[in-house]
T-cell receptor
């Protein structure tokens, strides 16, 4: 059983640019949630995707958007990057939105300069 | 508004000792309280979780104590080992899926177990 894989592992972008982060869900999982973890903080919920539709969103602006594909993999897109977007972005997959069975990936470390 | 407050921010324990991390929550609609362990460069991994209908849950050296009336829960790590050195997060979520059921995390406790 493969776990959750995220790519890239590290990324440096300039303020104002756009970025796409990718996540492959664990085998058998059809729901993907994205979290932002700032340095020294706990993860914060960005949004969740189920059946290729956004299924809930946290307190993040519209420049944070996502996609889920038929194979349940997902992308997180962030437009007009700001310095405060620098963080570890975590993807978690689960079965049918089952919050009890979250499996997190190792994350993508995004640095905005 | 922080819905889950975690303390202490950091903790140093001798090998073999007991590590205790505390969390307090505000929303009485929360119905699931997990603890996650995170090593540097890795994502959080579920350690142990509890529902509000029980007051204690034990798995190996890890125990969650839950006090519904005080809206508090804690993680006890018995016989702490250097390999337990990591950051621990408590979390909570409401019944339901999507944004309702998302996990709300505390700010984390960095545990160091000295040999």
């Amino acid at each position: 059983e493969t776990g959750v894989t995220q790519s890239p592992t590290h990324l440096i972008k300039t303020r104002g640019q756009q970025v796409t982060l990718r996540c492959s869900s664990q085998s058998g999982h059809n729901t993907v949630s994205w979290y932002q973890q700032a340095l020294g903080q706990g993860p914060q919920f960005i949004f969740q995707y189920y059946r290729e539709e956004e299924n809930g969103r946290g307190n993040f602006p519209p420049r944070f958007s996502g996609l889920q594909f038929p194979n349940y993999s997902s992308e997180l897109n962030v437009n007009a990057l700001e310095l405060d977007d620098s963080a570890l972005y975590l993807c978690a997959s689960s079965r049918q939105g089952n919050k009890y069975g979250y499996t997190f990936g190792s994350g993508t470390r995004l640095t905005v300069v | 508004q922080q819905q889950v407050k975690q303390s202490p921010q950091s903790l140093i324990v001798q090998k073999g000792g007991i590590s205790i991390i505390n969390c307090a929550y505000e929303n009485t609609a929360f119905d699931y309280f997990p603890w996650y362990q995170q090593f540097p460069g890795k994502g959080p991994a579920l350690l142990i979780a509890i529902r509000p209908d029980v007051s204690e849950k034990k798995e190996g050296r890890f125990t969650i104590s839950f006090n519904k009336s005080a809206k508090q829960f804690s993680l006890h790590i018995m016989d702490s080992q250097p390999g337990d050195s990591a950051t621990y997060f408590c979390a909570a979520s409401r019944r339901g899926g999507g944004s309702q059921g998302n996990l709300i995390f505390g700010k984390g406790t960095k545990l160091s177990v000295k040999p």
